[in-house]
C-alpha cells in the first residue's frame, strides 16, 4: 500500500488521530482499522473523540489514488454496516444502563430529569434528530446511547439510522473518491478535512438557533400573559357584606 501523497502542513490534532497517519500506520490491515473506528465512534461512549468524518473522506480519497486497494463499492458497504452495527450496539448500552445509571436520586449527572428530556426532545424531533447527528462530531456517539435511554421506538430508530448510515458513512466515502480525483485536494488533504469539520457542524448551530428563537418567542409571550392589564373595578358595583357582631 503506497501513500505517496503530498499534504499541507494544518495540524489536524495529535498525529495518532490525523486519518492519513491511521491508514498508512496499518498497511493492509486499513480497512479493517477504518470499519472498527467508525463502529467504535458510533456505538461506543469511548469513540467520541474518533475521527469519524475527515477518516472517510480520506479512507474514499485513498481509493480514488490506489493507496487503500479496494473498490469503491467494498468500502462503502463496510463502513455503512459498521456505522449501523455501532447504532445497534449504542442503542442497547443505553437502553440497558439506563435504568442504573438513573435510578440514584443523589446522583449529580445521571438524573431521571435527563432521561424525560431526552423522551421528549426524540418526540420533538425524531427521525430528523437521527439523521442529522450523524453529520455533527461527538453528537453522533451520544446520540446513540441516548436513544436507548429515552426509549425511542427501536424500529423508527433503526430505520432512520440506517438512512443516516447510508448518506454519513458511504456519501462522505463517495464524496473523498471523486474530489480526490483533484490535483488540488491531492495536496490540501488536511485543509479539505478541517472545512468538513466545520461544515458538519452547521445543522447543530441551526437547530440551536431556532431553539433559541423559539424559547425567547415563549419567554416573550409568558411576560405578555404576565403583564396583562385587566380592566378596573367599579367599587360601587362591589356587594358590601355587613360585619356580623358576635356579642348579639
Same mark, same amino acid.
Given at each position: 500500500m503506497t501513500a505517496a501523497l503530498t499534504t499541507s502542513t494544518v495540524a489536524l490534532g495529535p498525529q495518532w488521530l490525523n486519518p492519513e497517519y491511521i491508514l498508512s500506520s496499518f498497511g493492509g490491515f486499513a480497512l479493517f482499522a477504518v470499519c472498527f473506528i467508525i463502529f467504535a465512534e458510533c456505538g461506543l461512549l469511548v469513540g467520541f473523540f474518533l475521527p469519524g468524518d475527515s477518516l472517510l473522506f480520506t479512507a474514499g480519497l485513498f481509493v480514488a489514488t490506489g493507496a487503500l486497494d479496494y473498490p469503491l463499492w467494498l468500502v462503502c458497504l463496510l463502513?455503512? &454496516?459498521?456505522?449501523?452495527? +455501532?447504532? &445497534? &450496539? +449504542? /442503542? /442497547?448500552?443505553?437502553?440497558?444502563?439506563?435504568p442504573a445509571l438513573f435510578s440514584k436520586p443523589d446522583s449529580k449527572i445521571f438524573k431521571k430529569e435527563y432521561v424525560e428530556k431526552t423522551e421528549g426532545f426524540f418526540e420533538k424531533y425524531g427521525a430528523r434528530a437521527i439523521v442529522m447527528a450523524r453529520f455533527v462530531p461527538i453528537v453522533r456517539t451520544f446520540i446513540t446511547a441516548m436513544a436507548g435511554v429515552g426509549r425511542m421506538d427501536p424500529k423508527k430508530y433503526f430505520t432512520y439510522s440506517a438512512i443516516g448510515g447510508v448518506a454519513w458513512a458511504a456519501g462522505l466515502t463517495v464524496l473523498g473518491y471523486f474530489l480526490g480525483q483533484i490535483d488540488f485536494v491531492r495536496k490540501n488533504i488536511e485543509m479539505m478535512l478541517i472545512l468538513i469539520v466545520l461544515v458538519s457542524v452547521v445543522p447543530i448551530i441551526i437547530e440551536f438557533l431556532k431553539a433559541r428563537r423559539e424559547k425567547k418567542s415563549l419567554v416573550e409571550q409568558e411576560a405578555a400573559d404576565i403583564t396583562q392589564v385587566f380592566p378596573p373595578v367599579d367599587a360601587e358595583a362591589t356587594q358590601y357584606i355587613p360585619r356580623v357582631d358576635r356579642d348579639r
Amino acid at each position: 500500500m503506497t501513500a505517496a501523497l503530498t499534504t499541507s502542513t494544518v495540524a489536524l490534532g495529535p498525529q495518532w488521530l490525523n486519518p492519513e497517519y491511521i491508514l498508512s500506520s496499518f498497511g493492509g490491515f486499513a480497512l479493517f482499522a477504518v470499519c472498527f473506528i467508525i463502529f467504535a465512534e458510533c456505538g461506543l461512549l469511548v469513540g467520541f473523540f474518533l475521527p469519524g468524518d475527515s477518516l472517510l473522506f480520506t479512507a474514499g480519497l485513498f481509493v480514488a489514488t490506489g493507496a487503500l486497494d479496494y473498490p469503491l463499492w467494498l468500502v462503502c458497504l463496510l463502513v455503512t &454496516v459498521c456505522a449501523m452495527a +455501532g447504532n &445497534v &450496539v +449504542g /442503542y /442497547y448500552i443505553g437502553h440497558r444502563a439506563g435504568p442504573a445509571l438513573f435510578s440514584k436520586p443523589d446522583s449529580k449527572i445521571f438524573k431521571k430529569e435527563y432521561v424525560e428530556k431526552t423522551e421528549g426532545f426524540f418526540e420533538k424531533y425524531g427521525a430528523r434528530a437521527i439523521v442529522m447527528a450523524r453529520f455533527v462530531p461527538i453528537v453522533r456517539t451520544f446520540i446513540t446511547a441516548m436513544a436507548g435511554v429515552g426509549r425511542m421506538d427501536p424500529k423508527k430508530y433503526f430505520t432512520y439510522s440506517a438512512i443516516g448510515g447510508v448518506a454519513w458513512a458511504a456519501g462522505l466515502t463517495v464524496l473523498g473518491y471523486f474530489l480526490g480525483q483533484i490535483d488540488f485536494v491531492r495536496k490540501n488533504i488536511e485543509m479539505m478535512l478541517i472545512l468538513i469539520v466545520l461544515v458538519s457542524v452547521v445543522p447543530i448551530i441551526i437547530e440551536f438557533l431556532k431553539a433559541r428563537r423559539e424559547k425567547k418567542s415563549l419567554v416573550e409571550q409568558e411576560a405578555a400573559d404576565i403583564t396583562q392589564v385587566f380592566p378596573p373595578v367599579d367599587a360601587e358595583a362591589t356587594q358590601y357584606i355587613p360585619r356580623v357582631d358576635r356579642d348579639r
